[in-house]
């Protein structure tokens, strides 16, 4: 079943977009990874972090491994179809495509 | 104009998406061993019905809980991501493979050992799900990292 393209502006912001999409690519991600592979600070991204969690887009998880706290993050269900209609609608735009109810 | 620079816009943000999947792929390296400890941790699940006691059954089953908890665990540890493998697209026809395979030969062990007294057979199914495994997982990391490059 295709999603319906829908822009979401709070997934736009390139440092959001990057964190949705490697998430879409994983059931969950460790706070550390996604830090390094987005090079910003752990501040900046935790703002960003808590921005998707506040949305319903992102849940956080700690667990103890090793002797350290560790933070995990994952996209909810609702987080997951967001972005999903947000990529199909970037795909409409690229390609050029009118929407529906223009055409 | 503004559709000008939307198209571009968007041709970018997608190009983002995808070297982020890509970079995910690139982070998505399991260790040469864990499939190999996942093959051994279904053998021995699959062997204990030789045993033809309900404690070695069940104290096998209690056994390759915890083995998978802490391969699990380790992985985890080690990758800093997770993916489920019935979850993961494409790929995830590898993962179903697997699992339909080894929970057939433990079917087919106990029906055997238990039904029958061919405590043989569980031995055979035991030593030939290792291999499956490491084939069937090799070919559900391949598909994973395959379909995160390309973007799908």
């Known amino acids: ?103 | 104009m503004e559709n000008e620079i939307r198209v571009e816009e968007a041709k970018e943000a997608l190009g983002l998406v995808k070297s982020s999947q890509a970079d995910v792929a690139e982070r998505l390296i399991t260790p040469w061993w864990y499939h190999t400890v996942l093959g051994v941790l279904e053998a021995g699940l699959i062997v204990a019905p030789a045993a033809r006691s309900p404690i070695v059954l069940v104290g096998a089953l209690f056994l390759f809980g915890i083995g998978l908890g802490t391969l699990v665990t380790v992985y985890r540890r080690m990758t800093a991501v997770w993916v489920t493998g019935y979850n993961a697209g494409r790929a995830s026809s590898w993962a179903f493979a697997l699992g339909a395979i080894a929970g057939l030969a433990y079917v087919i062990s106990i029906a055997a050992a238990i039904g029958l007294g061919w405590w043989q057979v569980s031995v055979a199914m035991a030593v030939i799900v290792v291999p499956v495994t490491i084939v069937l997982g090799r070919r559900f990391d391949d598909a994973l990292r395959g379909q995160l490059r390309e973007g799908s």
């Open chain 1, 1 to 103: 079943v295709s999603t319906a393209p829908r822009f979401d502006h709070l997934i736009h912001a390139p440092n959001r977009l990057q964190i949705c999409s490697m998430l879409s690519a994983v059931a969950e991600a460790e706070f550390a990874t996604l830090r390094d592979a987005l090079g910003v600070s752990d501040s900046v991204l935790s703002k960003h972090l808590r921005t998707l969690e506040e949305a319903g887009y992102l849940m956080l998880r700690k667990s103890t491994s090793g002797g350290r706290m560790r933070t995990w993050a994952a996209l909810t269900r609702e987080g997951r179809h967001a972005f999903a209609g947000h990529v199909a609608e970037l795909q409409r735009l690229a390609e050029g495509v009118l929407p529906e109810h223009v055409r």
